[in-house]
């Protein structure tokens, strides 16, 4: 699943392409994805003529603010990811077989994992923004804006763990859930606390395991028993690998790809996630541990990162 680096990369190659555009058009060949409102006809109707004001991302959530009071939230999912191009129909076909490619056949856009396009915004400027997801388990959501700013699920969200006022006291109370409306959430394995978005936004599994081995503690190790110490390493930890990721582009082991197609490069700074079995690159003792916690899997260095 894109994590905070991933989304936060889509937003920032967004914004050089598409702010201030208008949508003209939408097509889809899984109206599933639309999830808001459930209607495609409707969104189809709501979307068109509205402008692209403002892109932002909100934990692993990316916001498009639209003229006339509307927002449309995008979450990735598992195996979703944002293009920006441009693609033509491939053959005469019937509408439920359509397959789009696309018209520069030398871009990363003819990589294998951008052709899966369900959803596809067609821009005043020609220009086109598509969802391309294998699993289709993507959302895609038209909101009034300040119904959004409001509900439950967005109002609850944890602190950004790479904003300037995201502070170590901010950090540890978070984690440690002093004046948390969802306490019972937050005990237990470091490594699950550190992905629960109602904690910190936009951590996930890849993130989570890289900053606990930049931090030296076991992921199953409980979040009560950390000393103060151990909570600082985490804290720099965190925002190092953070920040990282989204300097190279995020992580491209599996599906993601940035708006114009092309891998991240984090893939080579990962020092335990998805290394099973291979020696870890501090200590050179011991080889990569994989374990499940939380029903995901957890990668550490036994020597490293102690119980």
Known sequence: MPELPEVQTTVNGLKTKVLNRTFVDVWSDWKKLIKKPDNFQQFEKEIKNKQIIKIYRRAKNIIINLSDNYSLLIHQKMTGHLLVGNWQLEGNQPAQTEKWIPVDKKSALNDSY?????????????????????????????????????????????????????????????????????????????????????????????????????AKIHPAKNTQNLKNNELKALYKSIQKVLTLGIELGGDSFSDYRNINGEKGKFNNQRKV???????????????ICRIVIATRGTFYCPSCQKL
């Open 273 to 287: 996630y998805k290394r099973e079995n291979q020696i870890c690159l501090r200590c050179k003792k011991e080889t």
């Open 114 to 214: 951008n052709k899966f396009l369900h959803v596809i915004f067609f821009l005043d400027d020609g220009q086109m923004l598509a969802l391309s997801d294998v699993r289709k388990f993507a959302k895609i959501e038209l909101w009034r804006t300040d119904e959004l700013l409001n509900s439950k699920g967005f109002k609850n969200l944890g602190p950004e763990p790479l904003e300037k006022s995201f502070s170590f006291e901010k950090f540890k109370q978070a984690l440690l859930w002093k004046n948390s409306p969802l306490p019972k959430l937050r005990r237990g394995a470091i490594k699950q606390i550190l992905m629960i978005p109602e904690v910190i936004a936009g951590i996930g599994n890849i993130y989570a395991s890289e900053a606990l081995w930049h």
